[in-house]
């Protein structure tokens, strides 16, 4: 018998009803024959609830108490599945990230998973009973309960499923599969059948928060076959075609390669400029030393050619929320004169072309200034990887940004 995990995201938990259908959708693979285990969200908009709820009760809270209150949402929905997946005569059990164990190591609401017990529920799936998973929690290595970030439930199925040596993870959201770009900002986006690891885990980096970056990267480096699918086919009536979705697959499984096979775009961006920054060797080890110190992620980051050849500017980008945390690092070494001013925008959104094919094509990025600057639009920064190229701009363009950029690959018409 084969073991296949199936998640379920916020939106497909987000009721009771909905909860039903998720029901009558593991059904449908215990009736194929498998060994079922789920692996699911909170309901929609409930952990968003809870960090508001932390917030309340404490304005710098401790991280372990947020893991111990946001992780709950999971808990509700899991409980709930087995109790509904047992009145449709399937048994089930739920079981807790910390009775599993999953087992993390890192940060509090930012960990990493290191090991997943597998006895439990092995014994369980062995016996025909269908496990539920809580994503997104773990347990730390002193016993407390942890989180694994936003969108970490995706994280947490791919490491069941390599734990349990799973068949197959099939990521079951709001939508059929990953789409060429954000269907919710570009109604011409197509779905796309088949998508490189590599592709994948830049377009999730990149901002495509249909899958999480690690949920991939985790996949690829266990070889889990995993696939992007719709929660609201019906279950009871629903063809091959309905459940094809989207591969994430190796890229020597895919016939065709485009040049730009996707568009990510992400709105939680800030740019800080630090002016006149001495030209000397080691100032930029210091600045970022003190950022790395401060658990600060810098992701773009470019110098300008000194004019006098005694200072520069330096320009980067952070995640918007650790923007502040970024300027009051450097503010010290800013009093004591070491550079000028610190300027930071949180007004900016970073948009990305990523596609396995640029690695042998030429004017790529070519394509991507010249339609930018077609629709007035100015780049701050830019930055490239071997399949990815990613501009800064203002945030009031984004939509304007990735429309265009669709249309001028052709990614509506393949
Ligand atoms: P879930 O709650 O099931 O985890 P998410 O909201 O995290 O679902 O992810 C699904 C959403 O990701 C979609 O509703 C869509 O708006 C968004 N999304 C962003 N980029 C893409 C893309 N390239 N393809 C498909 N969906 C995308
Ligand atoms: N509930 C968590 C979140 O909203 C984890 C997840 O849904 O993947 O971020
Ligand atoms: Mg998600």
Redesign the pocket.
Known sequence: MAIVVMK?????VGSIERINRVASHVAREVRAGNQVAVVV?AM?GETNRLIGLTQEAASLHDAKEYDTVVATGEQVTCGLLAMNLQQYGIRARSWLGWQIPIRTVGLHSAARIDSIGTDGLMADLENGVVTVIPGFQGVSLDGRVTTLGR?G??TSAVAVAAALNAERCDI????D????????IESK?RKIDRISYEEMLE?ASQG???LQTRSVQLAKVHNVKLKVLSSFIDPENCTEDDLAGTLVCDEGDIVEQLVVS?I?YSRDEAKITLRHVPDKPGIAAEIFGNLADAGVNVDMIVQNTSEDGKTTDLTFTVPEAEADRAVTSLRDAARKGEFGEIQADKNVSKISIVGTGMRSHSGVARKMFETLAAKGINILVISTSEIKVSVLIESEYTELAVRALHSAYELDKV
């Open positions: 379920f995201g916020g939106t497909s969200s929609s969108g439930s995706d079951y959201t709001d939508v599969g990953v789409y060429t770009t954000d269907p919710r986006a377009l495509a928060k249909v996707g990510a």
